[in-house]
């Protein structure tokens, strides 16, 4: 008896595996009852036959036989009964240990003797029917102790992830904390990377040498692991082919993989992602350290999608947000529908890879290289113009006259003095008076040569062309009587014969420009009508045009200019800089901004 009372001493405090507690209870029920005992189970509510928990499985199985399943029935409605075994030869003491709803368990011993200790029986197995409840209370107890401690190193491996700031860093931690936790010789994190694996991260290794045959059988393993949607441990059942092969390289003694996959939702079926393979050289890994495993790669997935996203190239982050951002309805819900919306963003990115032809808008302006400015020959007064603006003219023709009646008058006065200085140099030359006579004549001089200034004036008065033009300024007809001073412009007078055309081209665009290249004019004058010209030279003279700094860029032309063209008429100018793709066309401007504004 007291080997007994220590063993339920010990049985109340049991820190060993479950199929060593069921053995040691039948062992102590045996002692305690001086009979045999055994432990049983079978699916809860279903009857049928038990299996033995207990040791000696053949022997617990004929004992377990020999009950009857209206004193079953009695013992789980009253959790401990003894009855009276098939034949009447025998007792039976049952205890209901229904611990778990999964399955039924019973505590059956083949009682010796008479009932006369009936009640030291039944107390008895009572105290042994209340021990699983203990035990498993206990077990549950520390397997959520364990489950705590686990959870709290997933949380804090997750907690690790989040700020690694790059999808290799987060995937590098992980496999180091997987080998840390787990007792691995190596931990390789794969993840996907077009329709297979990449090798991302090794367990204590920064380099990685993806090009080697080790590299390549672990992103195999991960594959195989993945196309079969299972956890693959080696050695195992399954199919396994990319892990021997790996195993006859390496000899690692346990490897253990698991898949890295989102749970589809509405029955699509589940997203790959990656996979974690682990290795051990001692022992396998237990069922527990499995299901520890599975949390860790459950929980940091998250973790690991979002560093991959935010470590691919912009463009497919832009893309991405722009498929997470349109409407339900707008998105692929087939592989039809995905292959069509991944085949037109094919399409439009080859469409702005493409080269086009680039050209640079400046706004032009026909000018000539030879201008007559016509004024007054002397001071006076407008007296005839028979010229407007637009009036094309030749070298010689008349364009206004000044008036020249006070010359006339001035002319008549004047020969009047002459005449009399003459009278009296004649006068002074009679007398003999020579110094008189000398001033006399030096009058007549002088009067002449005002004479014939004036004689000049008047043969000026009628102002003729310099030269074959075009008048673009001045309308004297319209000011007749007017007075008019010399050096004054009257006219201005435009040769046709030298006009070319000068660009303004903003300061943005004026390193893209070079001399010779070929440029599409078009006038507002004629908007049909297209022009053909070639830049000719660039004019380091800075002028703002509507708040836009310019430079001049002068424009040859191939050919002769239409006759209707006139000095000042303005168009646009296309100056063809060369094949740039559609992509740089649409955001040159906006990169050329970025990298003044932020000195890229």
């Not at 009857?68 to 240990?97: F, K, S």
Request: net charge neutral.
């Amino acid at each position: 008896m007291a080997q007994a009372s220590a063993w339920l001493d010990q049985l109340a405090q049991w820190q060993g595996t479950p199929a060593q507690y069921w053995q040691r209870l039948a062992q102590t029920a045996a002692l305690l009852l001086s009979a045999q005992a055994a432990v049983g189970w079978r699916p809860a509510g279903q009857g049928g036959s038990w299996q033995a928990l207990a040791v000696e499985p053949e022997r617990a199985a004929t004992l377990l036989a020999q009950v009857p399943e209206d004193l079953w029935l009695q013992a789980r409605a009253e959790g401990v009964t003894i009855g009276t075994a098939p034949g009447g030869t025998n007792r039976l003491g049952l205890a209901c240990l229904r611990i778990q709803e999964a399955r039924e368990i019973c505590l059956v011993c083949l009682l010796p003797g008479s009932a006369q200790h009936l009640a030291r029986e039944m107390a008895s197995l009572s105290a042994l029917a209340w021990l699983p409840r203990l035990f498993e209370r206990d077990r549950q107890a520390r397997q959520g102790e364990r489950d705590a401690t686990r959870l709290a190193q997933v949380l804090e491996t997750v907690g690790r992830l989040l700020p690694a700031g790059h999808f290799d860093r987060a995937a590098l931690i992980l496999a180091n904390d997987l080998a840390e936790r787990f007792a691995c010789e190596s931990v390789a994190v794969c993840w996907r990377a077009g329709e297979g694996l990449k090798l991302r991260a090794l367990s204590h290794t920064e380099k990685l040498d993806r090009r080697s045959d080790l590299s390549a059988l672990l992103e195999e393993a991960g594959q195989e692991a993945l196309s079969q949607g299972l956890e693959i441990a080696w050695p195992g059942p399954s199919v396994q082919r990319a892990h021997e092969r790996y195993a006859v390289l390496q000899q690692p003694g346990h490897l253990y993989t698991l898949p890295l996959s989102e749970p589809g939702v509405s029955g699509e079926s589940d997203t790959p992602w990656g996979s974690i393979t682990v290795e051990r050289q001692k022992m396998a890994f237990t069922q527990a350290e499995r299901w520890a495993l599975r949390l860790y790669a459950d929980m940091a997935l998250q973790p690991l999608q979002h560093w991959h996203q935010r470590s691919r190239a912009l463009p497919i982050r832009l893309g991405r947000e722009i498929g997470h951002s349109l409407p339900q309805a707008l998105r692929p819900r087939t592989p039809m529908g995905r292959r069509l919306g991944w085949g037109i963003a094919a399409t439009l990115v080859l469409i702005c890879a493409m080269p086009w032809p680039y050209s640079v808008t400046a706004g032009a302006t026909v000018k000539t290289d030879t201008m007559a400015f016509v004024g007054a020959p002397f001071d006076g007064y407008l007296e005839s113009s028979a010229v407007q603006p637009g009036s094309q003219v030749r070298a010689g023709d008349t364009l206004f006259t000044v008036g020249t009646r006070e010359l006339m008058l001035e002319r008549a006065n004047i020969q009047a003095e002459i005449a009399q200085a003459s009278r009296d140099a004649e006068k002074r030359r009679a007398v003999n008076q020579l110094p008189e006579m000398q001033m006399a004549e030096s009058q007549v001089a002088q009067g002449q040569a005002k004479l014939e200034q004036i004689l000049q004036r008047v043969k000026a008065a009628a102002v003729v062309a310099p030269m074959d033009g075009v008048v673009i300024e001045g309308e004297p007809g319209k000011n007749l009587g007017g007075a008019v001073r010399r050096g004054d412009t009257v006219i201005k007078i435009a040769a046709l014969s030298a006009l070319y055309v000068e660009a303004a081209v903003s300061e943005k665009d004026l390193s893209r420009v070079a001399i010779g290249q070929d440029t599409r004019l078009t006038l507002l004058a004629e908007p049909a009508l297209t022009h053909q010209l070639k830049v000719q030279r660039i004019i380091p003279q800075a002028a703002v045009v509507d708040g836009d700094n310019t430079f001049p860029v002068r424009l040859s032309l191939d050919g002769q200019p239409g006759t209707w063209w006139r000095p000042g008429m303005t168009g646009v100018a296309k100056i063809a800089i060369g094949w740039r793709p559609l992509a740089w066309i649409a955001t040159h401007r906006l990169i050329d901004y970025l990298r003044i504004t932020f000195w890229l």
